[in-house]
């Protein structure tokens, strides 16, 4: 009886070191977040990319543009990026968006940030393809950002699935120890695009790959619209720490945080900044300060994206709105707003000028 006790034990044992781990407990949560900075930042992608597949691409990656525009985002005090992947790049050259990825992070590391990558998305054109992207549509937000999987892959889960989730753990697999990286996203905006519910099998998949891959960061899926409760319910409960998306006003990003820290878990703003809606850096960035909430905003430089042009305004005859929706930077550093970027250095305790 002795042996087989121990024997029990021994595998009890061994059951506990392989096996998946769960979601974060609060506490974890908030220890991790206490060791942490005040953090800020972007959606970051280059300025010369149109999309995910552009940035990351063989033919298109561009290191040495992106460690000059990480220069510029720490001369600002940003110590934070959140970086959109691509299924796509991987599926036609794993290991060469692996070895990106590293440069990437040894780029951001020079410049002490860190960022934080983003899986999958339900966002904007529905197909993509690899090779060459085609050209922006003059004064249309972005007119060549991709849907990740492409809208025609998810009805065929038996293929689709098993190459998402050998994407999702090789990646979360190759970096799960990697301390130059805050945190994973598996998922922006769920639901967007019509989908609404039927992005929850994917959703849930996503969050179960990530568990089994046992990443040391912690894991989180955005709540981003009152509308999908019960997508919400499902991202609040399985992420170690909530993010969320919130371009109203400073009177709405309070009650989001209001609502949001009830949940007693790291508030992490992953997108906000829509000037022409009231989300200004001046008013917003304070807010999410004063309540230890990350703060990152979309967009940083204006390029292929055209995220200076609002979601729903085309404007193909205009080369510049007057009042940008996003976007902080021209290509040649030049500020949008110079009031801008002194209220960004002062909340992020960077050099501001002496007037």
């Known amino acids: ?15 506990s070191c392989t096996a998946p781990a769960g979601r974060w407990s609060a506490d974890k949560a908030n220890r991790w977040y206490a060791q942490q900075p005040w953090l800020s930042g972007c959606n970051y992608i280059p300025s010369n990319a149109i999309n995910q597949i552009e940035m990351w691409s063989a033919d298109t990656w561009s290191p ?5 525009e990480l220069g510029w985002a720490e001369e600002l005090g940003f110590n934070t990026m959140r970086v959109f992947l691509s299924s796509v790049v991987y599926a036609n050259d794993p290991d060469g968006l692996k070895t990106r990825m590293d440069e990437f992070l040894k780029i951001c590391d020079r410049h002490d940030i860190m960022p934080l990558f983003v899986f999958f998305d339900d966002c904007w054109d529905p197909e993509s393809a690899y090779g060459k992207q085609r050209d922006p549509k003059p004064g249309i937000h972005n007119s060549g950002w991709v849907q990740d999987p492409s809208k025609s892959r ?3 889960t038996l293929v689709t699935w098993p190459e998402l989730e050998k ?11 990697d301390n130059r990286i805050l945190m994973w996203d598996l998922y922006n905006e769920p639901g967007n695009s019509g989908y609404g519910d039927s992005s929850i099998p994917l959703v849930k998949n996503v969050f179960k790959w990530a568990r089994q891959a046992s990443p040391s960061q912690p894991v989180t899926v955005g709540v981003w619209a009152s509308s999908l409760p019960a997508l919400n319910a499902l991202q609040l409960e399985e992420s170690d720490v909530i993010s969320f998306h919130e371009y109203g006003t400073p009177e709405r990003m309070k009650e989001t945080i209001d609502t949001l820290e009830t949940r007693g878990r790291p508030l992490i703003c992953t997108e906000y900044m829509a000037r022409t809606r009231g989300s200004l850096f001046e008013t917003v960035m304070p807010i999410l300060k004063e309540h230890n909430v990350v703060a990152i905003n979309w967009g940083f430089v204006s390029g292929k994206t055209n995220t200076i042009f609002a979601w729903d305004t085309p404007l193909p005859d205009v080369t510049e709105p007057e009042v940008w929706f996003h976007d902080i930077f021209r290509t ?19 050099v501001v000028p002496a007037d």
Do not use: C, Q, W
Request: cysteine-free; aromatic content about 8%; glycine content about 2%.
């Open 1 to 15: 009886m002795k042996n087989i006790s121990i024997f029990a034990a021994l595998m009890l044992l061994l059951a």
């Open 64 to 68: 040495e543009l992106i460690d000059t």
């Open 154 to 156: 998810r009805a065929d």
């Open 167 to 177: 994407y999702v753990k090789d990646i979360l697999g190759t970096f799960a120890r």
């Open 332 to 350: 040649d550093h030049t500020p949008y707003d110079e009031k801008e970027i002194e209220v960004i250095k002062r909340l992020n305790d960077a």
